[in-house]
């Protein structure tokens, strides 16, 4: 079974800056690409960002493209999330996962097998 805990949230002023971190650990790890997803109060579970492990290419929403930065140590099975200029419409629980094959459909929850508990990022104005 595969593992993944999310480090790193807590509460940051408009403007300020976090980095979460995800380990994965658990029977031969071996995913194609891992994401982040992020959930408001009252709202659905939208896709942040993704990384593939083998040439680390990244995607992007709209929404924190410019801002977010998504990063992975392979040596150490952990993924990143580098949150710059945070708003108060970034509050929500952070959450990472792993798809254990590539997809197109890198974008939503379907697309990926493996889900962290989350971790609240709380944004104030």
């Known amino acids: 079974q595969v593992q993944l805990v999310e480090s790193g949230g807590g509460l940051v002023q408009a403007g300020g800056s976090l980095r979460l971190s995800c380990a994965a650990s658990g029977r031969t790890f071996s995913s194609a690409a891992m994401g982040w997803f992020r959930q408001a109060p009252g709202k659905e579970r939208e896709f942040v960002a993704r990384?593939?492990?083998?040439?680390?290419?990244?995607v992007y929403a709209d929404s924190v493209r410019e801002r977010f930065t998504i990063s992975r140590d392979s040596a150490k099975n952990t993924v990143y999330l580098q949150m710059n200029t945070l708003k108060p419409e970034d509050t929500a629980v952070y959450y990472c996962a792993a798809a254990k094959y590539y997809t197109p459909n890198y974008h939503g929850t379907a697309g990926y097998d493996y889900w962290g508990q989350g971790t609240q990022v709380t944004v104030s104005s």
């Open positions: 990384i593939t492990w083998s040439s680390g290419s990244t």
